[in-house]
């Protein structure tokens, strides 16, 4: 499996304040991705990195920033969050040193907003 | 954007059972994965199948370009396949669309 970690695993907070989830990649994959699971919506992509402070938009991306400074790092923030915002995030990378696309998954981050 | 459609959404079967999973895209893709997620949430990348067949042990799945689907095959069913498969796609290589994923109970 790719190494592939995520902190925090588990995070309680308060409508309004600042969170920031990191994913923390060992394989030197380039492509790192941030989802969000909710019921009934499987997973939908929030942003995307394919390099080194290169990042894109996804589906649901209002209320969500990105950040990558170093390979090995994709960091989620969500500035003001809201109730709808408690969700399951999962991080993924993909493109490893033979250009696969396959998609491999982090443990992912229950964040729940009160 | 494109749909991913599949089926069934739930499916209940006996150890032993053979399975078939179907996925549905309104458009063409050219990025193509199955992914399994167990009861306790971790996501697995099952194959990555924009065409053609492959075959994993007991899984196996086949993807018709040419008609927008993919077919996950599952044989002798194990309690341990309990759980839920997602499709995903995309037209180009990186912005994957899932579906919103197949449950599957297998009891002994």
């Known amino acids: 499996d790719a190494g592939i970690t995520q902190s925090p695993r588990h995070k309680v907070t308060e409508t309004g304040t600042p969170v920031t989830l990191r994913c923390h990649q060992t394989?030197?994959?380039?492509?790192m991705y941030w989802y969000r699971q909710d019921p009934g919506h499987g997973l939908r992509l929030i942003h995307y990195s394919y390099g080194v402070k290169d990042t894109d938009k996804g589906e649901v991306s209002d209320g969500y920033s990105v950040s990558r400074s170093k390979t090995e790092d994709f960091l989620l923030t969500l500035e003001s969050a809201t109730s709808s915002q408690t969700s399951v995030y999962f991080c993924?990378?993909?493109?490893?040193?033979?250009?696969?696309?396959?998609?491999?998954f982090g443990p992912g981050t229950r964040l729940t907003v009160l | 954007g494109i749909q991913v459609e599949q089926s069934p959404p739930d499916l209940i079967l006996q150890e032993g059972a053979n399975s078939t999973l179907r996925c549905n895209f309104s458009d063409s893709v050219n990025n193509l994965q199955w992914f399994h997620q167990n009861p306790w949430g971790q996501l697995i990348n099952l194959f990555y199948?924009?065409?053609g067949t492959k075959q994993n042990g007991r899984l196996s799945a086949t993807t018709v370009a040419t008609e927008r689907y993919s077919l996950l095959y599952i044989s002798s069913s194990q309690t341990t396949d309990s759980g839920v498969y997602f499709c995903a796609g995309a037209p180009d290589t990186d912005k994957l669309i899932f579906g919103t994923g197949t449950r599957l109970q297998v009891f002994p």
């Open positions: 993924a990378i993909s493109g490893d040193s033979a250009g696969t696309d396959t998609q491999y």
């Open positions: 394989e030197n994959h380039r492509y």
């Open positions: 199948i924009p065409s």
